[in-house]
Structure formats: structure tokens, C-alpha cells
């Protein structure tokens, strides 16, 4: 086997590409891409030689087929979400049910009555599939899907209120994680904001104030990612809903996760639902599809149908609409919500949320020896820690969590030591995403279900 210890050693890329071991590749995967992943490998390879390093010519092969899997690997990946954070915004938020998977792979396989009325054999539309589950799981008139909540709250403000005045309680001002903040996209949707009241105090009668012939409805934002604790009011709903009324206004609210079932019954915080929403006397409720829902990204438009028809009119409507692969997936996760008595085996979302704690902890326990095998130079230990909910829903409250903590006691700042570990668990072939804190990397195994290929998995690590 020659060595290479010389650039001109170094076969030219014709001669690596016409080696035997290399037809299987181009075979497989065709002649331009493994042309230019030769390229790559052969100018690392130059570079090396030039360092000083030197290798035998096979390993060029091996190169070359490792920088044909990585050119292959799509950008946007799986990954194994041991964040602690159920609904992470840059993990994806909600998993789907297999179900919802199933009903888009049927979609997206071929054609579809997306907007076409199979009983009367014309145009249909394409709200309809939602629309029928939404009714009935909310008790509101009628309901539109939108790309997300943020384009749900756009097309509300920009169909009802634009060129007029929406006021809002300074309280509820809010800005949510990437950007969506309340004011711009007022601004957006070409409505003036009238700030009420102050920030941890806001009454009916500074909303009366606020009134004028130009206010166009009245808004109330569910505050998902924080709370306003101590000396704090806000209108309720129901007291907001009766001053919009009495001047004929519309009462908006965007309630961010909204729930559609009474989440103590799992034995998790309240958080208010969009039935309770509408009874209280909201004219229309947004909320997202990805969060405590459980779906598809989506925003969700709930309430009086005359007003629902007003945004279907909108020309932004058609700007901001739902694919056909998202509506298959939202009414999939909306049809498990007519059984709620086995949500929380049939929708992950849930299932993670209520997850006890003792079984999370008894996984760490099997885990533990296992992962410390292929981290030798750190110690693991199983703790008991508090997950969050994320993505805004359910604000404050945590959940009894368990996880494996990865430390080097022997190392006075271990910091740079577990973001190499953390790098090199996201380097498996399926990334696993942990939290580096408090001179650990924590791995909170809320969200873990396939132990078994988290095991498989690990054998990607050498041993660190
Ligand atoms: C999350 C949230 C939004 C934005 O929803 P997306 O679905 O992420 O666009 C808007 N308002 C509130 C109150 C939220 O919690």
C-alpha cells in the first residue's frame, strides 16, 4: 500500500474516482456529486500532506465515502430533544402522533379534495377539513387555520382593525421568543395601538377611557411566557367582554398555546382553554397548532362566523394559508381530541407533559452505567430535576423531571470540557441536544421514548 508523504504522491482526482472501491458510489449516488466530494477530499488531503501529516492511499476511500454521507445528509434533521424543554421553538415544538404522519404521507403521495367539494363535485374549501372538529371541540361558530398564531393575530388585526385604534393593557404588551412582538405586529397589520393602563396594574374603567369612535375592537393576550406577580390586576375576559359589547365592539383574544381540554384532569396547571375563552365572552380566539395542542404548525382563528368570514376575505388570507399537508396532520391530532380519555396515550405531546417522574428517573437508572461506558473521563449520575413545558405554555410552572448529569468533579472550570461532550452528542448520527449548566451537561429524559436506539445511537460515541 503506497504511501502519501508528497503532494505529488497524491492520485489525481480522475485516478481516485476510476479506483474499484469508488464505482459503487457513483453507482449509487452519480458521477457530479462524487466528483465534487473528491475534489474536497483530495484538496484536504493536499493540505495535510503539506502539514506534515502523511496516510496510505486507501484512506482516501474512506474519505471519500464519509464526505459522500455527509454531502448526502439533509440540513434539516431529527434530533433527540433531552433539553428538559417538552415544546422547544428550535427543536420543532409538538411531535406528532403517528396518525397525523400517516395522514400527510397519504396526502402528500398524491391528489386530494384539498378545495373541491366531492358531494357536489365543484370547488370546495379548503378551511372545511379543520373547521367541523374545531366547532365542535371549542363551541365556537366557525374557525379558520392560518400558517401560524403570529399570521392568525396579523390576519385578525389587519381584517378588523385596520387604519383604527385596538387598545391593549400595558401589561399585555408581550414579546415572544423570535421576534413577535405584540406592538410591530400591530404596526404590521396596519392598526394603531392605544397602550392601556400600566404594567402590573389595568381596570375596566382605564379600558372605557380608551374608547374612541376610531377603536376598531378590543384585545387581551394571553401573557404565556411570563407572569406579573405582586401587586398586579388584569380585566378578566368576561369584564372585557362586557365593555367591548356595550359600545359593539369585538373582544380578540390571542390566547398563544390554548388548550382545548381541562389540563388539571391530567394533573397539570391550569391553563385556560379556548371553550372557556369563548364562553367568557370572546368574539374570536387565536392560538398556535405546535403548542400545548399538540399538532401541526398552524394558528387557529376560533369564534362568531361573521367575523371569521371577514378574514376569509381578507386577500391576506391567501398569503397566510395553511398547506394541505398541515390540515391533514391538524385534522389527524383534532380527531384524538374527541377521545380525551386517551389523549394522554395518543397524542406524544401530552404523554411527555404527564410522564411520571418515578419512570423517568428508572430509565435515567438503566441509562446511567451505559452512557458512563462511553464517557469514561466523566462521572454520570442520575438526578431528579424540573422539565418545562416551553414555547410559552403554562408560564412559571415546571414539571418533576429526571436526568443524567454529566460532570468532571476533578476539573475546577469543566466548562470548555462538557461543550466538547455536548458537541460530540450532537455529532451522533442522530443528534442528541442536552443543556449545559451549573458545571454540568444535563440530559433530561422527559421526552426520551426509544431507549434502544438511544442506546444504538451511543455507539457513535468514541469513547470520550
Ligand atoms: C406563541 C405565541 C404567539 C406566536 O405563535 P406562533 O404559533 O409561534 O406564531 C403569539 N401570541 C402568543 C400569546 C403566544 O404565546
Excluded at 374608547?211 to 405582586?230: C, F, R
Excluded at 450532537?426 to 422527559?446: E, K, M, N, S, T
Aim: include cysteine; charged fraction near 25%.
Amino acid at each position: 500500500m503506497p504511501i502519501i508523504d508528497a503532494p505529488n504522491k497524491l492520485p489525481s482526482v480522475d485516478r481516485l474516482l476510476n479506483d474499484p472501491e469508488t464505482a459503487p458510489l457513483i453507482h449509487d449516488h452519480g458521477a457530479p456529486l462524487v466528483t465534487r466530494c473528491a475534489r474536497n477530499v483530495l484538496a484536504a488531503a493536499r493540505e495535510q500532506v503539506l502539514a506534515g501529516k502523511s496516510f496510505e492511499s486507501r484512506d482516501l476511500v474512506v474519505n471519500l465515502r464519509e464526505e459522500v454521507t455527509r454531502a448526502l445528509r439533509p440540513s434539516l434533521r431529527r434530533v433527540i430533544n433531552l433539553t428538559g424543554t417538552v415544546l422547544h421553538t428550535n427543536l420543532g415544538r409538538a411531535a406528532l402522533p403517528d396518525s397525523a404522519i400517516e395522514a400527510m404521507a397519504e396526502i402528500a403521495r398524491g391528489a386530494s379534495n384539498l378545495e373541491f367539494d366531492l358531494g357536489a363535485g365543484k370547488r370546495g374549501d379548503r378551511h372545511q377539513h379543520a373547521a367541523a372538529l374545531l366547532r365542535e371541540l371549542t363551541g365556537a361558530e366557525s374557525a379558520l387555520v392560518v400558517n401560524n398564531n403570529a399570521a392568525a393575530v396579523l390576519l385578525t388585526l389587519n381584517s378588523l382593525a385596520l387604519r383604527k385604534e385596538v387598545p391593549v393593557s400595558r401589561g399585555e404588551l408581550i414579546e415572544i421568543g423570535g421576534a413577535f412582538r405584540m406592538p410591530d405586529i400591530m404596526a404590521r397589520a396596519g392598526c394603531k395601538l392605544v397602550e392601556v393602563g400600566t404594567t402590573n396594574r389595568t381596570h375596566g374603567k382605564d379600558f372605557e377611557a380608551a374608547i374612541s369612535p376610531k377603536t376598531a375592537l378590543l384585545m387581551k393576550v394571553h401573557t404565556s411566557n411570563y407572569e406579573i406577580q405582586g401587586f398586579t390586576r388584569q380585566v378578566t375576559e368576561a369584564e372585557l367582554a362586557g365593555i367591548a359589547h356595550a359600545q359593539d365592539l369585538p373582544l380578540v383574544t390571542d390566547l398563544g398555546s390554548g388548550s382545548l381540554i381541562d389540563l388539571e384532569a391530567h394533573g397539570l396547571p391550569h391553563e385556560p382553554t379556548v371553550r372557556e375563552m369563548l364562553d367568557a365572552g370572546a368574539d374570536l380566539v387565536t392560538f398556535s397548532g405546535d403548542k400545548i395542542l399538540g399538532g401541526p404548525q398552524a394558528g387557529i382563528i376560533a369564534g362568531r362566523r361573521d367575523l371569521i368570514e371577514k378574514l376569509k376575505r381578507n386577500p391576506m388570507a391567501r398569503a397566510l394559508r395553511p398547506d394541505k399537508l398541515t390540515l391533514a396532520a391538524l385534522e389527524s391530532v383534532l380527531r384524538l381530541y374527541t377521545d380525551p380519555a386517551r389523549l394522554a396515550d395518543t397524542l406524544p405531546t401530552l404523554r411527555w407533559l404527564t410522564r411520571d417522574a418515578t419512570e423517568i428517573e428508572q430509565l435515567a437508572t438503566r441509562l446511567a452505567p451505559i452512557v458512563q461506558r462511553h464517557c469514561e473521563r466523566f462521572e454520570v449520575s442520575v438526578e431528579r430535576t424540573r422539565a418545562q413545558v416551553g414555547s410559552g405554555a403554562l408560564p412559571i410552572d415546571s414539571l418533576d423531571s429526571a436526568a443524567l448529569k454529566l460532570t468532571r468533579p476533578e476539573v475546577r472550570r469543566p466548562g470548555k470540557a462538557l461543550q466538547e461532550l455536548a458537541r460530540t452528542f450532537r455529532q451522533l448520527p442522530i443528534p442528541v441536544i442536552g443543556r449545559v449548566a451549573d458545571d454540568a451537561l444535563w440530559f433530561d429524559l422527559r421526552c426520551l421514548e426509544d431507549e434502544a436506539e438511544f442506546i444504538d445511537n451511543l455507539r457513535g460515541l468514541a469513547s470520550t
